[in-house]
């Protein structure tokens, strides 16, 4: 099984809301990644979990918050948005280890739009 | 510092054509080089990847790439191309740590949008 899940799909919210997007992966994979994509970009790093760490922040601000309940879960919690927050956020998972490089996994993505 | 340049935003091929999307890299030390693909509204897929080895990296759904050394390239090929290719594809490296560690970082290429003509 190389599936990455994310919910929900489709996200709106107010400037004000608080909400909580989540990924699951069962492929054992003790790294994890939140990245944001705008429309026909590159994604953009934002977070990156490592054995359940946070290893790499990529400067984000503070209304984004992730979490790693678990080997499986990641959580990124979001507060206050903006509306050039909007964007499609995609989680990733992979391998972790040093010497071979492993391909990361992407998620079908959450569509948030922030009004 | 770790990059790569797309430099077609898109090519226009004909099914049953062969394709090629072109990547460049400029890496300090051994280049890991990855290809994905994504479709309208969805997540990337993981095609292939270069680590060390063949020149020539076989992949899913008929792709493959080809790493050049001295051109500093790894482009992507198909030999006939469908209409269900369409999509946009990335071209990825793998960033370094300040002491020259890999690491978990993907750095993406702008991305070349695939369109197939029936």
């Known amino acids: 099984d190389t599936e990455v899940t994310q919910t929900p799909k489709h996200l709106v919210m107010g400037m004000t809301n608080k909400k909580s997007l989540k990924c699951e992966q069962h492929?054992?994979?003790?790294?994890m990644y939140w990245y944001k994509q705008k429309a026909k970009k590159p994604p953009e790093l934002m977070f990156v979990?490592?054995?359940?760490?946070?290893?790499i922040n990529e400067s984000v601000p503070s209304r984004f918050s992730p979490e790693c309940p678990n080997s499986s879960l990641l959580n990124l919690h979001l507060h206050a948005l903006q509306p050039e927050d909007s964007a499609l956020y995609l989680c990733?998972?992979?391998?972790?280890?040093?010497?071979?490089?492993?391909?990361?996994?992407f998620g079908p993505g959450t569509r948030l739009t922030v009004t | 510092a770790q990059s790569v340049a797309q430099p077609e935003d898109q090519v226009n091929v004909a099914e049953g054509n062969p394709l090629t999307v072109k990547c460049t890299y400029s890496?300090?030390?051994?280049?890991?080089l990855f290809w994905y693909v994504q479709y309208p509204n969805r997540g990337l897929q993981f095609l292939l990847k270069?680590?060390?080895?063949?020149?020539l990296v076989k992949g899913s759904y008929g792709f493959e790439a080809e790493f050049n050394k001295s051109q500093t390239s790894f482009h992507l090929k198909k030999p006939s191309a469908l209409v269900s290719d369409s999509a946009l594809y990335f071209c990825?490296?793998?960033?370094?740590?300040?002491?020259?560690?890999?690491?978990?970082?993907?750095?993406f290429g702008t991305g070349t949008l695939l369109a197939v003509q029936p």
């Open positions: 270069y680590i060390t080895g063949d020149n």
């Open positions: 492929m054992g994979h003790r790294a």
């Open positions: 990733a998972s992979s391998q972790v280890g040093t010497g071979i490089n492993y391909e990361q996994y």
């Open positions: 890496v300090s030390g051994n280049p890991y």
């Open positions: 990825a490296v793998r960033g370094l740590m300040n002491y020259g560690g890999a690491t978990n970082k993907l750095i």
């Open positions: 979990y490592s054995y359940e760490k946070l290893s």
